[in-house]
């Protein structure tokens, strides 16, 4: 992962955590900050689309920045029946800002009404597996390298299981040393999996907003 990508993604933790990740209220946020935060992660969420075709949600930097991006936009739930018109002028702004200019002011309003979408999905499945994620220490800015370690220690653990007597004690003390790191990744992509009506629908909202940035 470029060192590019790993800054933007511990910046969209950073910012989502001011969001109320996980827990904490979000009424002290300011609406620039919430967008701020949305536009980290929904940068980090397209860059991951681009590179994998798709929104894929066994992935856990995606688990972790989808939960981010649920979290910050918790405000615009109840946009289409109450005027946030003000509230909605300073999200965008940060929107701009936090994406980088992926959101544009003339992509902001359709980008705006397609997370005001988002954010009446429930993802609380989303979340749930993030929080466990982030209780075992794997963030936004080492997903990848974790899982893609904590996937080889398991495929080294099933060969060498496999091996001699004397070769099962080493695989014994692998397994020890990485088997937190590989349940919470199993236990977080099997909760997202699980929820498959409402990760559907999320997935399919965020590669509509996606169709918006022109392939940049």
């Known amino acids: 992962m470029k ?3 790993i800054f933007a993604a511990a910046a969209a933790l950073v910012l989502a955590t001011s969001c109320g990740i996980f827990g904490v209220g979000n009424g002290t946020q300011t609406p620039s900050g919430s967008g701020q935060a949305s536009g980290a992660a929904l940068r980090n969420l397209y860059t991951q689309y681009k590179t994998d075709g798709k929104v894929d949600m066994t992935n856990i930097n995606n688990i972790l920045n989808l939960a981010a991006l649920s979290q910050c936009i918790g405000e615009l739930k109840d946009a289409g029946t109450v005027d946030k018109s003000d509230y909605i002028k300073e999200f965008a702004t940060g929107l701009i800002l936090g994406s980088n200019n992926l959101v544009t002011q003339t992509n902001s309003t359709p980008v705006v009404s397609g997370l005001t979408n988002l954010a ?3 993802l609380s499945s989303v979340t749930t597996a993030a929080a466990g994620l982030l ?4 963030t936004t800015a080492n997903a990848q ?3 893609a370690a904590a996937e080889q220690a398991a ?14 004690q080493a695989a014994a003390q692998t397994q020890t040393a990485t088997a937190s790191t590989v349940s919470a990744i199993t236990n977080a992509v099997n909760t997202v999996g699980a929820a498959t009506t409402e990760v559907t629908q999320a997935v399919s909202t965020l590669s509509s907003i996606f169709s918006l940035f022109g392939g940049k």
């Not at 209780?135 to 794997?138: E, S, T």
């Not at 495929?155 to 099962?168: K, L, S």
């Open 145 to 147: 390298a974790q899982q």
């Open 155 to 168: 495929a080294q653990q099933a060969a060498t299981q496999q091996a001699a007597a004397a070769t099962q």
């Open 3 to 5: 060192l590019s990508t």
């Open 135 to 138: 209780a075992n220490g794997i």
């Open 120 to 122: 009446g999905i429930n």
